[in-house]
């Protein structure tokens, strides 16, 4: 069964050709020298992104593959202006990254509801033969065409945005945590890879305050360089303010499964060991008093660490209590999205996650639609009147 959760779709985005502008002389009785009407073309439409808190997946635009704004009218006589190209806009996720397909280039960031970004702005419309006219030179015949389209085939990465991101090897408890601290409802089995795609749950705290939680399936040693689920979802971690490790009690070196995860992290991208961590030891229905303690000693002692039991929810309150702390400390401001530290190491591995999506079978080629020549403007100078 086909998964409803899309964060990548690679999409060709054209905008209007501007309209041609007229070249016409006014011909009737009552005026026999009425000299030059043409109007001017309309602009051609042009291609925005538009963030919209409503939609969590770029599913709607998986098979949505050319996105194509309108030409812009014509100019006609009795200086009649050419109707204007209908722009499009890309709803999308917060947290929508946007690339050139061709380049790799970062090109903009949609991080919050109602963000426009023009992505390609439309041809500007001809100037008629009516704007050309002067005292010597009262009946032009000559008028500009319009400015050719712009097209542009664009990768489009969801990073979901939250605040506190579950990190752990397969049957951690990761969903079982996020199902018992929130509403959410993930996929929970005896099985390794249960959770197939991330998932995201709201958190209730005192005062009715509350925080953001996203699951995402588990990582193995060597996920940096594409073993398991490789690359596709530790992209949804790195926006996250603050990391919850999550390791079994059960585990025989717990500190090694620790610094393996981190291993794993700094190698997909370094910034992200700069962000706070909280380490979970989950699954202490299992131990008792004595040897939590025992283990304790054993345990890293630069991270915060909380036994804690997501089935008899042993353990959860002082979690949150923790987590609260830690999101709304001083020193873990969330930091502004920006193009230098969104994708730094990104345009760097862009080549190898578009042969893990081409690998998946999602990366198909673009066709692109063909349309009759644009005449040749590469002479013509575009001169205000």
Request: glycine share 10%; hydrophobic share 35%.
């Amino acid at each position: 069964m086909e998964s409803n959760f899309v964060d990548y779709v690679k999409i060709c985005c054209r905008s209007g050709k501007g309209g041609r502008g007229s070249m016409h002389l006014r011909h009737v009785k009552y005026n026999p020298n009425g000299g030059p009407d043409g109007g001017d073309g309309g602009d051609g439409g042009s291609v925005f992104l538009r963030g919209n808190h409503n939609y969590w997946t770029l599913l709607h635009l998986k098979y949505q593959r050319h996105i194509f704004a309108q030409h812009g009218g014509n100019g006609g006589k009795d200086k009649c202006h050419g109707t204007k190209g209908k722009d499009e806009y890309i709803d999308v996720p917060c947290g929508t990254v946007v690339y050139n397909a061709e380049t790799g280039k970062y090109i903009c960031d949609i991080s919050y509801d109602g963000q426009v970004v023009c992505l390609l702005k439309g041809g500007r419309g001809g100037l008629g033969n009516y704007q050309f006219r002067s005292a010597t030179n009262q009946a032009p015949r000559y008028a500009q065409p319009g400015e050719p389209m712009m097209e542009m085939t664009v990768i489009l990465e969801l990073k979901l945005l939250a605040d506190v991101g579950l990190v752990g090897f397969p049957n951690a408890g990761k969903s079982t945590l996020l199902s018992s601290l929130s509403s959410a409802r993930p996929k929970i089995a005896n099985y390794p890879f249960t959770t197939l795609e991330p998932s995201l749950g709201i958190v209730g705290y005192h005062d009715k305050q509350s925080f953001v939680m996203a699951d995402i399936p588990g990582i193995i040693e060597g996920a940096s360089e594409g073993k398991g689920l490789g690359l596709r979802f530790l992209r949804h971690i790195e926006r996250n303010s603050l990391l919850l490790f999550m390791v079994p009690g059960d585990t025989d070196d717990i500190r090694h499964e620790y610094e393996v995860l981190l291993h794993e992290l700094e190698n997909f991208n370094p910034e992200m060991l700069d962000k706070h961590r909280v380490l979970a030891v989950t699954k202490c229905d299992l131990l008792d008093d004595e040897l939590m303690e025992m283990l304790r000693e054993t345990l890293p002692t630069d991270v915060e660490t909380v036994f804690i039991s997501a089935v008899t929810g042993f353990g959860l309150e002082e979690l949150k209590n923790v987590l609260w702390r830690e999101l709304n400390s001083e020193s873990n401001k969330l930091q502004t999205i920006t193009a230098e530290d969104t994708l730094v190491h990104r345009d760097k591995d862009l080549s190898k996650f578009l042969l893990e999506m081409s690998a998946e079978g999602e990366d198909d080629e673009i066709v692109f639609v063909e349309e009759d020549d644009i005449e040749d403007l590469e002479d013509f100078e575009y001169d205000e009147p």
